[in-house]
């Protein structure tokens, strides 16, 4: 949803004609100023980590990468719980039940990054038959019943399950299947499922990792509007930070109240001059939609709760 307050401003009338004529063209600048406004944040983001034998770098790069979330989650003010359950279903001990010392992790938690990463360093000793699925199924159904889970799914709270496997899902049932029972259990509240998985459709090689094709992952986030990564890049901010913006409605696109001549743009965010996307630059700018009539941004171009974005053009 986008959210933000704006106005047009019109500006002096400046000659575009170089030099003095008396037959100099007028054309008027305009300027259009929006108000970046996130709305209140209450989530539940439920991290399923593969530990299977090959997860040992990617475990340690997700605690690299998770403050990216959680910094700019406290930056808008979130109400946040952290939890971290495994893709293993066998082990009594695991089965969708909260991990670590600290099972539910809040802005409160004191010294979080560091707690996060010891509960998600779950170590590579778990099923090699990953099935993340039916993880998260067991996490809202028998784990909440004993009572491993209480106090973590909030009524009225936004759920975001985030993978991170470097297999595919090899839980028994339909993908569809597993997004309808998690839906039902929410029943009025967004869910979304992201994935940090491996490139479709042939899988990712990388330093860091080598990953099969998330198949199944990547349909359960198309279904719940979520986002998928690939496992195999050096650094997951940018993904955790795009699943952060949507939690928190950040708007990232800004629609004009007039039609400008696209070539004279220029946008600003509190006063800094932003960059326009381009084939050498695809990610963290802004660009022109004709169809929206909008400023579209990208990636860490967002604009933070608070900030000031003003359009300038002609006509």
Avoid at 108 to 131: C, H, M, W
Avoid at 173 to 182: G, H, I, P, R
Wanted: net charge negative; with cysteine; glycine share 8%.
């Amino acid at each position: 949803m986008r959210s933000y307050q704006s106005h047009l401003v019109l500006a002096a009338a400046a000659l575009a004609a170089a030099g003095c004529s008396d037959f100099g063209v007028n054309r008027v600048q305009y300027h259009e100023e929006f108000t970046q406004v996130f709305d209140p944040v209450v989530v539940d983001v439920l991290f399923v980590v593969d530990n299977s034998g090959t997860m040992t770098e990617e475990q340690e790069l997700l605690h690299t990468s998770f403050t990216g979330l959680t910094s700019l989650l406290s930056d808008l003010d979130a109400d946040f719980q952290v939890g971290v359950i495994t893709t293993d279903v066998e082990d009594p001990e695991q089965s969708g039940r909260l991990q670590g010392d600290v099972p539910i992790m809040t802005p409160d938690t004191p010294d979080l990054e560091a707690v996060f990463a010891a509960s998600a360093n779950v170590g590579t000793r778990g099923d090699r038959t990953e099935q993340g699925l039916e993880a998260v199924r067991l996490a809202t159904t028998a784990a909440v019943q004993d009572g491993s889970n209480t106090g973590f799914f909030r009524t009225g709270a936004t759920l975001d399950v985030v993978i991170v496997s470097d297999e595919d899902d090899n839980s028994p049932d339909t993908v569809q299947s597993y997004v309808e029972a998690l839906q039902a259990f929410k029943g009025d509240d967004p869910v979304h499922v992201s994935g940090v998985i491996g490139d479709l459709p042939d899988g990712c090689v990388s330093p860091a990792a080598e990953a099969e094709a998330g198949m199944r992952y990547a349909e359960a986030a198309q279904l719940t509007a979520g986002h998928v990564g690939s496992i195999c890049l050096p650094d997951w901010t940018p993904l955790f930070e795009q699943i952060g913006f949507d939690l928190a409605g950040a708007g990232d696109t800004f629609v004009l109240a007039d039609l400008p001549d696209s070539d004279t743009l220029e946008v600003r965010v509190d006063g800094v001059l932003m960059v326009e996307l381009s084939p050498d630059r695809i990610q963290d700018g802004w660009t022109y939609d004709p169809a929206q009539n909008a400023i579209i941004f990208t990636g860490f171009a967002v604009p933070r709760s608070g900030q000031k974005v003003l359009v300038s053009y002609f006509k």
